[in-house]
């Protein structure tokens, strides 16, 4: 039921009216991550082979055959069960409104922003953070977030974060 309540809120932020982030793909780099040497799962290359958006995963997760993809040119989710968690990486190219990068207001906002934001809400641990004008979250929803650490402290979703790899997608 997640899952389908991911791919729907999905699908309305797309028809909300708004428009779609550019993408710096100029800014895009391989350097410093291997080459994989082992193919990558196939849902995972089945589910973001037509994502128009740098697609980004931890490499630990990067070869599990049990997650869930659910994916459009514009947005990505990727849903992994662990014991007593689940973890969910995503990117979105989707906005509400439009705002001019001149704009006073935008321009404090961008020179104030940490490279990521961690939030507990809702017994969910959450990284939010932009690369290349995308938009990316990573989410841990526990099922006793009050007693796993995981949900409690932000040690396991910063490893998270600091181990993401770029695993697909195109201009």
């Known amino acids: 039921m997640r899952y389908i309540y991911l791919f729907i809120f999905s699908f309305s932020i797309l028809s909300a009216g708004g428009g779609i982030l550019n993408v710096d793909w100029s800014s895009i780099t391989t350097k410093g991550q291997q080459k994989s040497s082992v193919p990558y799962a196939k849902v995972l290359k089945d589910g973001i082979k037509d994502v ?3 697609v980004y995963l931890s490499r630990q997760f990067a070869y599990n055959k049990n997650m869930v993809v659910v994916s459009d040119k514009d947005f990505y989710t990727i849903s992994i069960d662990l014991d007593g968690s689940v973890v969910t990486f995503s990117g979105d190219r989707t906005y509400q409104e439009s705002v001019s990068p001149k704009n006073p207001e935008f321009q404090k906002i961008e020179k104030a922003s940490p490279p990521v934001e961690y939030n507990f809400a809702e017994g969910i641990m959450s990284a939010d953070f932009n690369r290349h004008g995308v938009n990316y979250t990573i989410n841990i929803e526990c099922e006793n977030p ?5 949900c ?4 396991y979703i910063s490893s998270l974060y600091h181990s993401l790899v ?3 997608g195109r201009p």
């Open 52 to 54: 128009h958006l740098p």
């Open 146 to 150: 009050k007693k796993d650490k995981r």
């Open 152 to 155: 409690k402290k932000i040690d």
């Open 166 to 168: 770029l695993v697909g």
